[in-house]
């Protein structure tokens, strides 16, 4: 079950929920939940595979698609905002425990993170 932690961007002032472990709206609506997210440019190339894996054969490999991306696409995602200078900004405690799931480190100010 995917969990929700708030993110924030200190230079625009946005506010997004990044997301952490098993993505079920990614087993059960494909591609949609990127683009609900407005992470514009994932939706459009899982759509892409998606459909042509489904013309290869027959609509049997994106179900197995779908299966594999929902295990990887909340940290896809959370990872991506990320790098695009979103920082964590809940509490110390779901930021270290987010972190940690995501295989990340926070910074010294407790908030943000990079890479271990």
């Not at 190339?45 to 698609?65: C, D, E, K, R, S």
């Amino acid at each position: 079950m995917a969990t929700k932690i708030k993110m924030e961007n200190p230079q625009t002032g946005e506010s997004v929920f990044g997301f952490y472990g098993y993505s079920w709206t990614t087993l059960l609506f494909g591609a949609f939940p990127a683009l609900f997210r407005k992470d514009f440019l994932t939706f459009i190339g899982v759509f892409v595979v998606w459909v042509i894996l489904a013309f290869l054969t027959m609509g049997i490999a994106p179900f197995f698609m779908m299966l594999i991306w929902s295990f990887m696409y909340n940290k896809y995602y959370t990872t991506g905002l990320l790098k695009k200078g979103f920082i964590f900004a809940a509490t110390h405690t779901e930021n270290e425990l987010a972190a940690g799931r995501l295989g990340l480190k926070l910074n010294s100010n407790n908030c943000s993170t990079v890479a271990p």
